[in-house]
């Protein structure tokens, strides 16, 4: 029987690692780079690592943006991560300008250059619930810290959407919610216990 989650495979990002963290929870994942499975699961995940003008491409070449998009627009939970989250923006500004899939709104861009902090921003980072009565954040404690890797993050043009913030230093968006959509600029997958209860919660949508 096919699992309700499915994790999108287009060639970039730790699949296992996100498969292996909602198995730590109970909860079966398929991982598929077939746009027919992917634009009917009951749920998605889309995970990524790497360039961002590379991912859009290859979620475009491959037909799976479509069927990403077409997930989204039934209503369906989904979850993008990291630089799965950053393509659901405008556009990106990483290597020129490139346009995403455009279902949120907002820039992608590069941290600036603030003595005393490196990019990547990598490590762990607390968080501002902005909307704690968002869905996967139910059960965190009031400022849970989560795992960061990324240079980029998106500057989301509506602040409504915005449900988590960290510092570094000036603040950004963490995460972000609308109805069915859901992001994550954290890698919940390598956050360990509050990660397991953030996937979890995601499973139980």
């Known amino acids: 029987m096919a699992a309700d989650i499915v994790i999108v495979d287009y060639g970039m990002g730790n699949l296992r690692s996100v498969q292996k963290a909602f198995e730590a929870v109970g909860t079966a994942a398929d991982i598929s780079a077939d746009p027919e499975r992917v634009g009917n699961a009951t749920k998605l995940v889309l995970p990524g690592v790497g360039a961002f003008r590379d991912a859009i491409a290859r979620l475009r070449e491959t ?14 939970p989904f979850l993008g991560i990291c630089l799965g989250y950053q393509l659901l923006f405008t556009r990106s500004t990483e290597d020129g300008f490139h346009a995403g899939l455009d279902l949120l709104p907002g820039e992608v861009v590069r941290f600036n250059r603030v003595p005393g ?62 109805g069915n959509v859901f992001g994550t600029q954290f890698h919940p997958e390598k956050s360990q216990a509050v990660g397991k209860v953030l996937l979890k919660n995601f499973a139980m949508l």
Do not use: Q
């Not at 037909?63 to 989204?72: F, N, P, Q, R, S």
């Not at 968002?134 to 449900?163: D, Q, R």
């Open 117 to 178: 902090y490196k990019v990547p921003h990598m490590g762990w980072n607390a968080l501002r619930l902005t909307h704690s009565d968002c869905p996967l954040f139910a059960g965190l404690p009031p400022e849970p810290a989560f795992y960061f890797v990324h240079s980029y993050y998106p500057e989301v043009t509506a602040a409504s959407l915005v449900s988590a913030e960290a510092d570094y230093p000036e603040p950004f968006a963490a995460a972000v919610w609308r």
């Open 63 to 76: 037909g799976l943006a479509d069927a990403v998009i077409h997930h989204i627009d039934d209503g369906l």
